[in-house]
């Protein structure tokens, strides 16, 4: 991992601040730039009674939010053209398989 890039410049603050706003304990942020890991990096605590801090291999429990993230991924996918809605999961992942 290199250094952050100056446009990180501020972003702890930035960070630091919404936690406060927002009432959230703790959070893990990654940057990635061109399949490179820019910046990894915990804020705050995940457990604030024994004072443990999060970092970047933190794991939370996020319920159903990863279905949202998955699919404003695929979003960004389409509007690159690099895939297409309307087509079967099997164009893009020969391997996937349903019981039906």
């Given amino acids: 991992m290199r250094q952050p890039l100056k ?4 972003f ?3 960070a630091s601040e919404k936690m406060k706003e927002w009432n959230v304990p703790g959070a893990a ?5 061109e399949d490179e890991i ?6 705050g605590f995940r ?4 004072k ?5 291999e933190t794991v939370f429990a996020i319920g159903s ?3 949202a993230f998955t699919t404003a991924a695929m979003a960004v996918l389409a ?6 809605w309307d087509k079967p999961v099997r164009e893009y992942l020969p391997e996937f398989k349903m019981h039906d």
């Fill in 38 to 43: 820019i910046m990894a990096e915990g804020f």
């Fill in 7 to 10: 446009e990180l410049k501020g």
């Fill in 29 to 33: 942020v990654a940057v990635i730039k």
């Fill in 79 to 84: 509007d690159e053209g690099k895939m297409e």
């Fill in 65 to 67: 939010a990863s279905k």
């Fill in 12 to 14: 702890r603050a930035f």
């Fill in 47 to 50: 457990d604030k009674e024994r």
């Fill in 52 to 56: 443990l801090k999060v970092n970047p």
